[in-house]
């Protein structure tokens, strides 16, 4: 257990932390190789989950893998190159992945790990404030929080196309405490990736890791000032 009432602010990963990982981008890559296949009339899924870092048979992304870790927009850059890599001309892969390209469907695919209104009320009940920091860009990671009843108890959210560096980089908590007027000793990150747990040690602030994402308890363990199964073990009388 954490000691909460040493702390000011909780800042949450999204995918593998508060929703399963491999639900949501599992089921986008899949559905992403479909599209361009569609679109070219190629075969192209095995070359694509190879790229991605996806694994179709154990239907899992792989951890630390380009799929776990890299932002929307730099997927899009490595799509257009594996489509041109396949022959295609710039202007013909251009067309193909205009036609593909989606954000994974933040409420479809959204399989939350735990009771997130009652998580996050739970916490600031003990007088946290609380936070997500997220590779995800903002207006999915908001509609994913609003379907999940969960918006209203979020205070602050820093994401992928805030235009400050990302994870393992410690902007993004530092963003937050800018925010709630904290210091980083002040405050918990909690993640389910090894980046996760390099951002709070670069920030200044406790690292807690889960392993309901993707990362082991050893990949995670050396990492992290704190390990647990996942986000219900920080809050007492956690419901079933």
């Known amino acids: 257990m954490v000691d909460l009432t040493r702390y000011r602010t909780i800042i949450f990963d999204k995918d593998g932390t508060l929703l399963d990982f491999n639900a949501m981008w599992g089921g986008w890559v899949v559905a992403l190789a479909a599209r361009l296949e569609a679109a070219t009339g190629l075969p192209l899924a095995a070359e694509l989950f190879q790229l991605m870092e996806y694994d179709p048979a154990a ?25 041109r890599g396949r022959g295609l001309p710039p202007e013909a892969a251009q067309t193909a ?8 469907d933040p409420v479809v695919l959204a399989r939350p790990l735990f009771d997130l209104a009652w998580l996050f009320g739970r916490l600031q ?27 209203h108890l979020v205070n602050v959210l820093v994401c992928a196309d805030d235009g400050i560096p990302i994870k393992p980089e410690p902007e993004m908590v530092w963003e937050v405490c800018r925010a709630t007027r904290c210091q980083p000793i002040e405050c918990i990150m909690v993640g389910d990736a090894v980046v996760d747990m390099q951002m709070a040690r670069a920030a200044g602030c406790l690292g807690v890791g889960v392993l309901s994402g993707l990362a082991t308890s050893a990949q995670l363990g050396p990492w992290a000032d704190v390990l647990l199964n996942n986000v219900a073990e920080l809050v007492s009388g956690a419901p079933a």
Request: positive net charge; glycine residues 6%.
């Open 59 to 83: 239907r899992s992304v792989v951890a630390g893998g380009r799929l776990a870790l890299t932002p929307m927009t730099e997927l899009r850059v490595y799509t257009a190159e594996f489509l």
């Open 125 to 151: 009940a003990y007088g946290l404030r609380v936070a997500v920091a997220t590779r995800v860009d903002r207006a999915s990671t908001a509609a994913t929080l609003a379907a999940n009843g969960a918006a």
């Open 97 to 104: 992945l205009a036609a593909a390209w989606h954000a994974p």
